[in-house]
């Protein structure tokens, strides 16, 4: 019985043992393994390759990856500082949206990585730019591309106007493959300022209902509200979900003072919150 | 309870101890002591039943201890001691087998037909240990015993007809009996349409079909050793459940065993026999059928159990032992799949029993010590290793949001102790016992997610966590003579500790649409259930005798909420007209007032009932062989009625005449 797995090690032991003897000099390690190109930018000395999982911008959180090319030597550029801003052109107006800096990736040499959160689109994808600019040696260089950002089947990002005059956006960020488990759910949250400037806020609280609208609406026990984290400025709580399928994650956003600013408790007359996030599974 | 396991290990070890003192005394009369005690066994017999071909179930409710909860016509459970399911061990000739069903519709006694087994044996309480832990009892269904007897070819038929729900019944079977090789074979078919209850009330999703094929075949391959092979196959489809809200599309069952028996001449070693078996059970239900429901679904089953038994008889002097060796693994595994309303909306999936292995070996001992022609010490004991296993990540992980410290094994020691003192004299009997015993939660109890109970309208969910289940047992049993007149009494008592039953869980939603909420399996602190029979018959003549039987049961948590399906007052009396060719019997069977029912647990109120039976019966002898005909009317006054056991007081039968032929070729 235990040969079926001696077996397999055996080979696998075999082979990179046949492996290492024959190329001494380490065959290149690819850093964007597992990742998906999602655009490269050209601009004239270098190129910017974008990449995530999927290999396509979509409202809601992106994580992204970049590298940047010298295209006179193919290598990769490691010691580049980059910044981006995403503008959506809108018919009367442009607005960015939330996002992090650009750092380089831990532990790798060429990937540089950080967050957008697209709070729209429009349907076929179109409205979205991205200008990076960076720094290569005491050089600014500057580039604007045309993106485009598919629109996520479920709303796991949500703008709204709070009671004290403010505009939040809230985004769900994990769990990206929920189990039917106490599942860790994270979620950005940040404030529009202005039409450029979205920062995080600090200190508030989000409380969870998860529902299940197909099911006679009902709920999960032991879920939690979800916390500010000021290691990574992330809100973090427990989501229970009991079954695969669709889920209704009903949100309230009570500020340091416990003030309510959006969403209302579910009951068996309001059956959702104006404040949700989806999640299916 | 520690004093208990004291008197009764002592009172053990003292029939042991007689063995030494006993080794010099005379042989007793060896029929007296193959003389088997047990509680209750009812041989399987055509011609005493009242119908011939009664199913497992109607034979079951004739025995005075056992009650059958319905949830339909069909697949009824049986209960012991006003224990159910979890708190007994049911086994078909000392095989576990484990139904698949989350909503107990497939009770182990809805796979076998009459036609597959020779009798059913009964133990209570912890003298129904033989084959596994339980705190109510066990009963075990035996197959017929080989036998090389010779007698050639042999086969009967038997035909039955009931008026009430149109109800067909088709039985046939064949032997070949030789010296050294026996093959025997039978099928049985059931059709029931909807049943009406009384008043004409048509009770719709009563209805139901199955069918029972056996194949059996020994080979004796020396004077003291012989194998047999035995193969049942069991398949029910288009059973109605008016008590739930699903039905049953298909519940499948083989059972498979080969057994090796050693019957050595002229040693204190009787026999030994030694058992391999594989039984596997799909279960399928079904809610296509409800013009109306909230929401489409489906929810499979499937249960595979392995095992075996070795069993000895050793009668040595005074002592009369049983050594039995078993072990079993079992898989148990149900989803359900909900088909969202919304086409936008994916299907929703759970694992109801997240594929739960259970791996139990244990060893019995009896001992039945006789010492001298009156009296006799029985004392048995059973300990078990019992080991639960999560097979699947996600039942650990779906547990966890009720129990976030959930290991996927579980391990537990049970142990069963029991003693019983038994004097028989030539105008009364007495029998004492006391005994302790432990049992492990089911499947259900321990690692069922969102099953949904209908009774008391609340979703359950299991807990891994849950201590045993303990019970301290007395019982005492007194029967006197005086001349034509007999009366008896019967009675045990259960103290139970750690019983568990569902805890309100708040704060938590259910999720059965229209469900009360969330019940999270608990265990009170400690329970009680007693239950005493007192029996009596008088023989006016040669031909007629009337008998009766009263009972009381009792059974109150230490919250002081009263258990549910507890037995209320309960009567029968039957009034026989017997000679050897005809026999009629008016029976009157009837229930109190359920006044000490269980709210909490979705109980009310049921009234009171009184139904009345008349049987009668022929026997024919011709040329061709024996043809037996069994024909009465049951509740003739067309009574509508419910008693306590029937779930969620769904109505009985209303007027129902039926009639049975059997003929029986040499």
Redesign the interface.
């Known amino acids: 019985m235990k040969l079926k797995y001696i077996l397999p090690i055996a080979f696998i032991a075999l082979f990179f043992s046949c492996a290492t003897d024959d190329d001494d000099n380490s065959s290149i390690i690819n850093e964007v393994e597992g990742l998906e190109l999602i655009q490269t930018i050209a601009n004239g000395d270098q190129t910017i390759e974008l990449y995530n999982e999927k290999g396509f911008f979509e409202t809601g959180y992106n994580h992204i990856s970049l590298r940047l090319k010298d295209n006179h030597t193919g290598n990769y550029i490691e010691d580049a500082t980059l910044s981006w801003i995403p503008i959506m052109q809108m018919p009367t107006m442009e607005h960015s949206c939330p996002k992090s800096a650009i750092t380089k990736a831990l532990g790798k040499d060429t990937v540089y990585e950080g967050f957008i959160i697209y709070q729209m689109t429009y349907e076929d994808g179109s409205g979205w730019s991205l200008t990076l600019n960076y720094n290569i040696n005491d050089t600014d260089y500057s580039v604007t591309e045309t993106i485009s950002v598919m629109q996520y089947e479920n709303q796991n990002s949500a703008s709204f106007m709070g009671n004290d005059d403010t505009k939040y956006i809230v985004a769900l960020i994990e769990p990206k493959d929920p ?4 599942n860790t759910m994270k979620v950005g949250l940040f404030k529009m300022e202005n039409m450029m400037t979205f920062p995080v806020v600090e200190d508030y609280t989000i409380t969870l209902d998860p529902r ?5 609406n ?5 879920n939690t509200d979800l916390t500010y984290n000021n290691a990574d400025n992330f809100y973090y709580g427990d989501l ?1 979900l ?5 889920w209704k994650l009903n949100l309230k956003l009570l500020n340091e003072n416990g003030e309510v600013l959006k969403g209302e408790d579910v009951t068996d007359e309001n059956e959702s919150s104006s404040l949700y996030l989806e999640v ?2 | 309870m520690k004093t208990l396991i004291t008197v009764v290990l002592s009172l053990l070890m003292a029939s042991f101890g007689f063995s030494q003192k006993a080794i010099n005394e005379t042989k007793k009369d060896t029929t007296k002591l193959e003389e088997v005690i047990v509680v209750s066994r009812r041989k399987l017999s055509n011609h005493r039943q009242e119908k011939t071909l009664s199913s497992i179930d109607d034979y079951l409710e004739k025995s005075n201890k056992v009650t059958m909860i319905k949830r339909g016509n069909y697949a009824w459970e049986p209960t012991l001691n006003n224990m159910a399911t979890e708190r007994l061990v049911v086994t078909i000739d000392g095989m576990q087998i484990f139904g698949a069903c989350t909503d107990k519709m497939d009770p182990i006694t809805s796979y076998v037909d009459v036609s597959n087994l020779e009798k059913v044996t009964i133990g209570s309480g912890q003298e129904g240990t033989e084959h596994g832990h339980s705190i109510g009892g066990g009963i075990d269904l035996k197959l017929p015993t080989s036998k090389f007897n010779g007698s050639g070819f042999k086969s009967g038929l038997d035909l039955g007809y009931e008026t009430n729900g149109n109800y067909k019944a088709t039985g046939l079977d064949l032997t070949y009996t030789g010296n050294i090789f026996f093959i025997t074979t039978d099928g049985i078919y059931r059709k029931s349409d909807n049943y009406d209850a009384g008043g004409n009330e048509e009770i719709l999703y009563s209805q139901f079909e199955k069918y029972n094929i056996s194949l059996k075949s020994g080979y004796k391959f020396s004077q003291t050793q012989h194998i047999d092979a035995n193969l049942i196959y069991d398949k029910a489809t288009d059973v109605g459940y008016p008590a739930l809200p699903m039905d049953v599309s298909l519940a499948e069952a083989l059972i498979s065993s080969l057994t090796h028996y050693y019957k050595p001449e002229d040693k204190a070693l009787k026999s030994i026999e030694t058992k391999l078996y594989f039984n596997t059970i799909t279960h399928i239900m079904d809610d296509t059928k409800r013009p109306i429901v ?2 489409r679904m489906d929810m499979p089953g499937w249960s595979d159990t392995y095992g075996f038994y070795s069993k000895a008889h050793v009668i040595k002097d005074k002592h009369r032992l049983i050594l039995n060796l078993n072990g079993f693994y079992n898989k148990s595994l149900a989803e ?1 799949t ?1 088909y ?3 086409p936008n ?7 109801t029993w997240p594929d739960i292995r259970t791996l139990y070996s244990g060893v019995f001992i009896k001992d039945d010590f006789h010492f001298n022609d009156y009296e006799t010490l029985s004392s048995s004991l059973r300990l078990g290793y019992h080991r639960n296993k999560i097979s699947k990540a ?1 039942g650990v ?2 547990l ?3 129990h ?1 410290e959930v290991k996927d094994e579980q391990d537990r020691f049970l142990i069963s102790l029991a003693s019983t003192y038994q004097l028989k004299k030539e105008n009364y009997d007495l029998s004492f016992g006391l005994g302790y015993g432990e049992r492990a939660p089911s499947v259900s109890e321990g690692y069922g ?2 099953l949904f109970n209908n009774f008391d309208n609340y979703d359950y969910i299991g807990n891994p966590n849950l201590e045993d289940e303990k019970a301290l047992e007395a019982n005492f049993n007194f029967k006197q003579k005086f001349n034509d007149f007999e009366i008896g009494i019967t009675t045990s008592y259960f103290h139970i500790m750690d019983y568990i039953i569902g805890d309100l ?1 708040p ?8 469900a009360n909420g ?1 019940r999270v399996n608990s265990a009170l602190d400690h329970a009680s259930i007693f239950s005493t029979y007192l029996n009596s018959s008088y023989k006016i003549s040669e031909r007629f005798a009337i008998n009766g039987t009263l009972g009381y049961n009792y059974g109150k948590g230490n919250n002081g909420e009263n258990l549910p399906l507890i037995k209320p007052i309960s009567y029968f009396a039957e009034f026989n007209y017997n000679t050897s060719k005809f026999n009629a019997a008016l029976q009157l069977d009837g229930n109190g007032n359920q006044s000490n029912y269980s709210s909490m647990y979705g109980e009310n109120e049921t009234a009171d009932y009184a139904i009345l039976n008349l049987n009668l019966g022929h026997i024919f002898y011709n040329k061709l062989g024996k043809t037996v005909l069994k024909y009465g009317v049951e509740n003739i006054l067309d009574t509508n009625y419910s008693t306590y056991a029937d779930w969620n007081n769904f109505p009985r039968q209303g007027r129902n005449f039926y009639v049975n032929l059997s003929f029986v070729f040499p």
């Open positions: 189990n039917i488990a106490v299940m609208p197909g099911m006679g009902h709920s999960s026990p032991n229970s009991t079954m695969t399928g669709y299916e599974f | 909230p929401i359900m909900m969202s309303n919304n909306e994916p299907d929703m999936f759970m694992y996600v992980q779906s966890q949001i009720f976030p997610f969102y869980a704060n938590v939603s259910s999720m059965t649409i229209g969330v």
